[in-house]
Nanobody, 120 residues
Framework: EVQLVESGGGLVQPGGSLRLSCEVS????????MKWVRQAPGKGLEWVSS????????VYVDSVKGRFTISRDNAKNTLYLQMNSLKTADTAVYYC?????????????RGQGTQVTVSS
């Protein structure tokens, strides 16, 4: 059974930081490009960032460039998202998913999500 389990979300003040993790099991993690997507309250899924199987060539949506960093540890089957300088607009449920493209939908596998709330 394929499982993607996100963790690391929480409540943080504007300007703060969080590090999300996504532990993957049930597939050969190092064979899959990965992405983070998010869903803000009342909105659809939004692609945030993608990383290829080697951990290079990360890409980001413009709104998070320079603030978020995606990375992966293939030895630990884990995907990360370091989020700095958080804004209230970053409030959303964050999901990890397989795939590389900027399409937020259509991933073969996606986790259950972790809530990130940015508020003073």
């Amino acid at each position: 059974e394929v499982q993607l389990v996100e963790s690391g979300g929480g409540l943080v003040q504007p300007g703060g930081s969080l590090r999300l993790s996504c532990e993957v099991s049930g597939l050969v993690f190092s064979n899959f490009p990965m992405k983070w997507v998010r869903q803000a309250p009342g909105k659809g899924l939004e692609w945030v960032s993608s990383i290829n199987i080697g951990g290079d060539s990360p890409v980001y949506v413009d709104s998070v460039k320079g603030r978020f960093t995606i990375s992966r540890d293939n030895a630990k089957n884990t995907l990360y998202l370091q989020m700095n300088s958080l804004k209230t607009a970053d409030t959303a449920v964050y999901y990890c998913a397989t795939g590389y493209g900027s399409n937020a939908y259509g991933s073969n596998y996606r986790g259950q999500g972790t809530q990130v709330t940015v508020s003073s």
